[in-house]
T-cell receptor, first 118, second 114 residues
Framework: AQKITQTQPGMFVQEKEAVTLDCTYD???????LFWYKQPSSGEMIFLIY??????QNATEGRYSLNFQKARKSANLVISASQLGDSAMYFC???????????????FGTGTRLTIIP | DAGITQSPRHKVTETGTPVTLRCHQT?????MYWYRQDPGHGLRLIHY???????DKGEVSDGYSVSRSKTEDFLLTLESATSSQTSVYFC?????????????FGSGTQLSVL
């Protein structure tokens, strides 16, 4: 079974609209971490946001927020007021087990290609 | 910028030849990782290191070996390259701790095996 599932291969969104990128995960661990990365056409992997399994509040970083629904095992990324520069691939990833001072072996989803339309 | 440099950035090689990719970091991070990225698979962990001469296998380690003789360098070797190893290879380091911990990636190496 896939540990990270991103069901949207591609999305087109009008500029300035909000967008939600879906991510569901599968783990039996009680302690885990969820990450979102952005990969623009230039190819680099850019960290966006992190949510720990014990964090009670949804994580936020500027225009990015993570809609964490633990019972449903979902960790959707929400981008508010989308911009042309948000066009990129977006990857959801999970670390199983407790963070151990650098032991970040992540499992990635297959990604969602987001295109912002002017 | 996590001070990660990958070399080379691009390489074309022939089937059966050995290839070594280098990851260099300047900030004394203990943990280093090699991932490969392929369409439809996202990123998959090949090998990782938790210190000098301390390495372990990841999800897709067959056909790859690694070495870490000093903290700043983590080498990925394809002993005899195959076309299935055509991919983009990313090196990463862990930075921070607890809720601040995250992976930072290098710029990637595009490897083509003909």
């Amino acid at each position: 079974a896939q540990k990270i599932t991103q069901t949207q291969p591609g999305m087109f969104v009008q500029e300035k609209e909000a967008v939600t990128l879906d991510c569901t995960y599968d783990t039996s661990d009680q302690s885990y971490g969820l990450f979102w990365y952005k990969q623009p056409s230039s190819g680099e992997m850019i960290f966006l946001i992190y949510q720990g399994s014990y964090d009670e509040q949804n994580a936020t970083e500027g225009r990015y927020s993570l809609n964490f629904q633990k019972a449903r095992k979902s960790a959707n990324l929400v981008i508010s007021a989308s911009q042309l520069g948000d066009s990129a691939m977006y990857f959801c990833a999970m670390r199983e087990g407790q963070s151990n001072f650098g032991n970040e072996k992540l499992t990635f989803g297959t990604g969602t290609r987001l295109t912002i339309i002017p | 910028d996590a001070g990660i440099t990958q070399s080379p950035r691009h390489k074309v090689t022939e089937t059966g030849t050995p290839v070594t990719l280098r990851c260099h970091q300047t900030e004394n991070h203990r943990y280093m990782y090699w991932y490969r990225q392929d369409p439809g698979h996202g990123l998959r962990l090949i090998h990782y290191s938790y210190g000098v001469k301390d390495t372990d296998k990841g999800e897709v380690s067959d056909g790859y070996s690694v070495s870490r003789s000093k903290t700043e360098d983590f080498l990925l070797t394809l002993e005899s390259a195959t076309s299935s190893q055509t991919s983009v290879y990313f090196c990463a380091i862990s930075q921070g701790s607890g809720s601040n911990e995250k992976l930072f990636f290098g710029s990637g190496t595009q490897l083509s095996v003909l």
